[in-house]
């Protein structure tokens, strides 16, 4: 009888010997694994300015010619960046002034003749890039951006004479490829002028969109 006791005990012992060890319980206060969620990244392809620091194009608008009335402008400018935010810029433009109220009202002898009211400036501006940024268009295509502010002197051909011009103003330019960018200026044209009888500085408004390449 005692030998078949120990027989058994000994089988039990060999039993839990044998048996795999339970799982350790984790320690208290330690992380419970984190689920990464799956994020579908989206490529944006965005467009760069050219690695060439020149820019040439054209724009059109209208102009406010103060005192004789609004009507189409159109111009060629060219630019040179200096830096990522400084550039240069030269341009010529030319519009037509109308009637002045006087004239439309009075009816007498008009001030100027078709040929005099034929208006062309020129001028020469340093611009600053302000707040330079990306413009998105959709969900996938971003587009370098800038708004800045210009200014400079030239001189504007009026009334028979040449006339020293102060302008000033700010644009958009939005970059639609790396050689290929957008613009919308508004400029204020700053002279003297003695037609209507008195001598006054006028300020003379322009709104212009136009294209520009960079090579």
Request: zero cysteines; a negative charge.
């Amino acid at each position: 009888m005692e030998s078949r006791l120990r027989i058994l005990f000994l089988i039990t012992g060999l039993s839990i010997l044998a048996s795999p060890p339970l799982p350790a319980a984790p320690a208290s206060g330690e992380d419970a694994p984190v689920i990464q969620p799956a994020i579908e990244r989206k490529e944006i392809k965005e467009a760069r300015i050219d690695t060439e620091n020149f820019e040439v194009g054209a724009y059109a608008g209208m102009m406010s010619v103060e005192d004789f009335g609004t009507g189409p402008v159109y111009g060629v400018r060219a630019a040179y960046h200096v830096t990522e935010d400084l550039f240069l810029e030269a341009a010529y433009g030319r519009s037509k002034a109308g009637e002045t109220s006087y004239e439309r009202l009075s009816g007498s002898a008009p001030l100027l003749t078709d040929k005099e009211r034929a208006l062309s400036y020129y001028n020469l501006s340093v611009g600053y890039n302000l707040l330079p940024g990306e413009t998105f268009i959709g969900s996938r295509r971003a587009f370098n951006s800038a708004l800045y502010i210009i200014g400079g002197i030239g001189s504007t051909d009026f009334a028979g004479d040449a006339r020293f011009t102060l302008n000033l103003g700010a644009g958009y330019r939005l970059l639609m490829t790396d050689w290929l960018a957008l613009h919308v200026d508004v400029r204020d044209h700053i002279f003297d002028i003695d037609v209507t009888g008195e001598d006054k500085t006028t300020h003379n408004i322009e709104i212009n969109g136009g294209i520009t390449f960079f090579f």
